[in-house]
Structures are given as C-alpha cells and as structure tokens.
C-alpha cells in the first residue's frame, strides 16, 4: 500500500528510500508472500543494509522475514509475541506472527504478555525487549502535535477496528456499544481488544 504508507509517514517527515510497487491483482496469499519475499530479497541484496526491521504480521512482514533469513541478514521483530488462542483468528495474521518468531533476531515486543508468549515458544530471553505499542506511541505523538477534535465531556475515544473480521455485524456491534456507554454520562468505558 505505497499511497497508505506515504501518507502513513509523512506527518513525522520520514520518506521511504525504497517503494516496492504492489502485485498486479488476480494473485493469491502464497503468490504475495513469494513476489514480496523476492522483491524485499533483491532490495537487500543491493543495499547493504546489515539488519532488517519488520513490523507486525502482515504478508509483507512475514516476507521480509523470509528474506532476511535467506540473504542472512539480521532481521528485527517489532510487535513481537502477539498471540490468539486460535491459530486461524485473525488469518492470515495469527500464522505470520508465528512464523517470522523462530526467524528473527530480536523480538522487541509490545506487553509483558508478548514476551512471556514468546519465552514459551522457546525464544531466549536475551533476545526479548519489551518495548510498547508503537501505535500507542504515534497516537501520543500525533495528540501532542495537534488539538484533538472537541468532545462534549473532554474525553476522546479513540477505536482501531481495522481488521477484516470486525466488518459488518460485528463493527455495528461494537459502534452501538460504544454509543450506548457515550449515551450514559456516568458509564466508564475500559480498554477491550477487537
């Protein structure tokens, strides 16, 4: 998502020195993996770069892992140790996630959680750091630079919704959740995962 990401990066002035173009649809989840993985392959083989830093657990993470790995490259974890009781929920995330971690170097994961998810899938402890959420961090940043939107009670709520598995009933359901606390004056809204 070339666009997505420059858009992405733009508020904190960073400009990619590289730009993979995106595979020209119809092309399969494998057939993805395979044209990044080989794409991200003849990057590193051409620049020089020591070590490789992925972020998450999107196919274009878990080809970055694959590529680092086969041009023996260090390669970096960032959101490392994420985990659902279901392997399949979210897919394909849940799989890349415990994919790239018998790959990568270093796990820089973002909860307590995480690490102790990647101590039992036998990662040494030397190679953890817990670091936060980076989408926690930006969201921070990006507050402090800006007036944030004005809300009737001084509070802002702010919902990540983006995966797939959360659109149609399930996105209504936790809108009209949330609307019905935003209703109530005294009700507290926790923190819930989606």
Not at 93 to 114: C, G, K, M, Q, V
Not at 137 to 147: G, Q, S, V
Request: one cysteine or more; glycine letters at 6%.
């Amino acid at each position: 998502h070339p666009a997505m990401v420059r858009h992405t990066l733009a508020p904190w002035g960073v400009q990619p020195d590289l730009e993979l173009p995106s595979p020209q649809p119809p092309v399969s989840l494998s057939g993805t993996v395979r044209w990044l993985r080989d794409r991200v392959r003849a990057a590193l083989r051409t620049s020089g770069v020591h070590a490789l830093v992925v972020q998450g657990d999107t196919s274009t993470a878990y080809a970055g892992a694959l590529a680092a790995r086969a041009e023996g490259r260090m390669l970096v974890h960032v959101e490392a140790g994420l985990r659902t009781a279901d392997p399949m929920r979210p897919f394909p995330e849940e799989l890349f996630r415990r994919r790239i971690a018998p790959l990568a170097d270093w796990h820089y994961a973002p909860t307590a959680s995480a690490a102790a998810n990647l101590r039992q899938e036998g990662i040494a402890e030397a190679r953890i750091l817990v670091t936060g959420n980076t989408g926690v961090d930006a969201l921070r940043l990006a507050l402090a630079e800006c007036t944030p939107p004005a809300a009737a009670d001084g509070r802002l709520l702010v919902l990540t919704l983006h995966r797939r598995e959360n659109y149609g009933p399930r996105l209504e359901h936790v809108c009209q959740a949330v609307l019905s606390h935003r209703r109530r004056p005294s009700a507290k809204i926790g923190r819930a995962h989606v």
